[in-house]
């Protein structure tokens, strides 16, 4: 595995290519759409349409994500782009922290220092953590993969060989949304050197871990709510779990595009009440949305939905993920399966109700995910 120092260095003429994109925006017309059930809110993003064109500075982000300490590890012919902070205390437990999508490596900014100096900020030395966070294959300024095969399984194998490659001989993993399926992946993959693995989402499985029968009504009734989030939010992943090329052109060509595809999610799947901005700042879901524009990758990070739906399930019925596993459980994430559900499939040692948050707990509640990942992992140091 050979690794390097990175630095992202966006130049001019792209940001110069942004700015006439957006200046030659054509806009739809909308039917009136206070609560977002047609999609994303054309007088809403045509304000931050403004905001990006306008206000944004994507040099002052840059320079921000600039101070975090980023590298590239070629691992089996792929780049892989990954931020990794030493942790500050008398043992530092090695994490590896993934995102999904449509987030990135950002996600993470304001959890990194809770979990690698948490001194710092009102914990225990003892808890602090080295974080190793990379960005999906596809994703933000990671390579492309070349052909097919490259899903959750693959991934998961290609962080347990990032994490042997950076010295680390025992390690916890964390995620939600695919960084959750990775994050499974991984503990699949090299059980024996995964001390736990923490997730802040569980991925649906494609069929029910035991016989119908055997069901809690509980279980039951997740099914239930799992069929009916498909049937009012779950059109975008059919989608791009059956033509993601297509979809591709659209958002690889125009800015808005993409923004309405992104911020469409980011509304939605937050405990934001309805108002994304009382959750994110413009600032925040622009230099979200700037990384898959700068970077184009947001056709290759939409085939991880594709790759997925022709991949074998990483979980079918009897198989059991070994290393134990905790779960921190947020009240607006956008399907939230019952213990009983995950202990038939997960080790669990470890299950909070989170009082308040969403799909993207790492940004919406930092303090309360650090604090529960810490929890967890204090007892398998």
């Known amino acids: 595995m050979h690794v390097r120092p990175y630095r992202i260095g966006i130049n001019d003429d792209a940001i110069a290519d942004l700015h006439s994109r957006l200046d030659r925006t054509r806009w739809p017309d909308e039917i009136n759409d206070d609560d977002g059930g047609w999609g994303t809110n054309l007088p809403w993003l045509q304000g931050l349409a403004r905001y990006w064109r306008n206000e944004f500075d994507w040099r002052t982000q840059e320079a921000r994500l600039n101070t975090l300490p980023q590298f590239m590890a070629t691992i089996d012919g792929l780049d892989i782009h990954f931020v990794h902070v030493r942790g500050k ?11 999904g999508w449509p987030g990135s490596f950002i996600e993470f900014e304001k959890v990194i220092p809770l979990l690698s100096d948490p001194a ?12 190793v966070i990379p960005s999906l294959p596809g994703y933000g300024f990671s390579g492309r993969p070349s052909r097919a095969g490259t899903g959750p399984a693959q ?35 090299d059980a024996e050197h995964v001390a736990g693995i923490h997730q802040n989402f569980i991925f649906r499985m494609p069929q ?113 993920v070994l290393p134990p596993f905790g779960h921190a459980r947020f009240p607006k994430e956008i399907t939230r399966p019952p213990r009983a559900w995950a202990e038939r499939i997960y080790d669990v040692r470890h299950w909070t109700e989170m009082p308040r948050g969403g799909h993207f707990a790492a940004m919406e509640q930092p303090a309360l995910l650090a604090k529960d990942i810490c929890a967890f992992f204090r007892k398998l140091r």
């Not at 205390?89 to 995102?99: A, C, N, Q």
């Not at 710092?120 to 974080?131: K, N, P, Q, S, V």
Request: hydrophobic residues 45%; glycine residues 12%; negative net charge.
């Open 208 to 320: 029910p871990p035991v016989d119908a029968a055997e069901l809690t009504e509980a279980e039951r009734a997740y099914i239930a709510e799992v069929a009916h989030w498909v049937d009012v939010e779950g059109g975008y992943a059919h989608i791009q779990g059956t033509r993601p090329q297509t979809l591709g052109y659209a958002l690889t060509d125009t800015p808005i595009g993409l923004a309405g595809w992104i911020a469409e999610k980011f509304r939605a799947w937050s405990d934001c009440g309805g108002d994304v901005e009382a959750v994110f700042t413009k600032d925040e879901l622009l230099t979200n949305i700037s990384i898959y524009w700068f970077t184009g990758n947001i056709t290759s990070g939409l085939r991880l939905y594709k790759e997925r739906a022709l991949a074998p399930p990483l979980i079918v019925p009897g198989r059991r």
């Open 89 to 99: 205390g008398p043992d530092p437990l090695p994490l590896i922290i993934t995102h």
């Open 155 to 189: 991934i998961g194998t290609l962080w347990a060989k990032l994490m042997a490659g950076l010295g680390y001989g025992r390690y916890g993993a964390q995620g939600g949304d695919w960084g959750a399926a990775v994050t499974t992946a991984v503990a699949l993959a």
């Open 120 to 131: 710092a900020h009102g914990g225990d030395a003892a808890d602090a953590f080295d974080l």
